[in-house]
């Protein structure tokens, strides 16, 4: 982008031309659902989008429909030397935002190539290392956002009524590797380690904001619910059949019910989050839609958050050592 200045130095006419990069955010799970509606919304901002997917022809054909404002980013989040090769292979100088988005929600007992509870591995693990890998490209008045959910809290009634058990924390290593936790630390229900999953993306999004600013680094992170969106695929691993009525019927309820969203109207408020500029310096903030609110209380036990950070971090490969984990100033 070029911005033209003039004036006169001495009586003479002068122009200056000041060059202004165009802004670059990289989304996860940008090929369909809430991160492809963001990116459109992004790419229609003037933004240069970096689209996140599993495989080259759904990021590939995400990126041709997006045009010339979007690369690819192939990554399966479900395999963190995949994630690792492909932050490395990354080319670009800086990024103004880092949206968190790819989430799912397996139905049943799956373990990763590298041995961690898919859910668990896929929604925090796979972001962990993103975030450890790229935070340091952001910039002071960048943004980074993690795709949450209002099932963390205990008192989202929606949530319980459509099934989706109370999250209980029992820590990042029983949640990565339930199978070998002690029996009162492991979550067995498929859907409780869902729900203990987006507990941990605003665990994670604060301790990182702790992070930044004790390094000096005036980036701010938020944790967004974007609400119960039953167009979009994060119940993949469900029976076919099952995905279909659930759509239907919440399609039908999605006007009548509280937070209850569309996968087009949530990345609205999620565009905001990247892009406004009166959000800017504000620290760490938990957005229901359109709405700034605190996260449930079980978010914010720091104690729980830097454990995980540090866990999770140790999981995913970064060492105590490592300069990425607290981004330099």
């Not at 229900?189 to 702790?210: C, F, G, H, P, V």
């Amino acid at each position: 982008m070029l911005v033209a200045e003039s004036g006169k130095v001495d009586g003479v006419h002068v122009a200056e031309v000041v060059v202004m990069s165009t802004p670059v955010a990289l989304v996860t799970g940008a090929t369909s659902g809430l991160g492809r509606h963001l990116a459109t919304q992004l790419v229609s901002r003037g933004w240069e989008v970096v689209v996140g997917g599993r495989s080259d022809r759904t990021v590939g054909t995400a990126v041709g429909e997006l045009g010339a404002s979007a690369r690819p980013f192939v990554a399966d989040l479900s395999d963190l030397a995949a994630v690792r090769r492909a932050a490395d292979e990354l080319d670009v100088a800086r990024l103004d935002a880092v949206v968190a988005n790819a989430g799912l929600s397996m139905a049943t007992d799956t373990r990763t190539v590298d041995g961690y509870e898919t859910t668990f591995a896929v929604n925090v693990l796979a972001h962990q290392l993103l975030l450890g890998l790229l935070a340091p490209l952001v910039p002071d008045g960048g943004r980074i956002v993690l795709v949450s959910s209002g099932v963390h809290d205990p008192d989202n009634k929606l949530a319980r009524r459509a099934g989706v058990p109370t999250p209980r924390w029992v820590g990042a290593e029983a949640s990565a590797q339930p199978w070998d936790a002690a029996p009162g630390e492991r979550i067995d229900d498929t859907r409780q380690r869902y729900s203990n999953s987006k507990l941990a993306n605003i665990m994670q999004a604060r301790e990182l904001q702790r992070l930044l600013r004790a390094a000096q680094r005036e980036v701010d992170v938020f944790a967004y619910d974007p609400g119960l969106m039953v167009d979009t695929d994060f119940a993949r691993s469900y029976p076919a059949a099952l995905r279909t009525v659930l759509r239907v019927v919440g399609r039908m309820a999605t006007p009548f019910v509280a937070n209850m969203r569309t996968s087009k109207s949530s990345s609205v408020h999620l565009a905001r989050l990247v892009t406004d500029a009166g959000l800017e310096g504000t620290g760490f903030g938990y957005f229901d839609g359109d709405v700034r609110r605190p996260p449930a209380d079980n978010a914010l036990d720091d104690d729980a958050a830097a454990e995980l950070w540090r866990t999770a971090n140790r999981l995913v490969g970064l060492q105590p050592d490592d300069p990425r984990i607290v981004p330099r100033s």
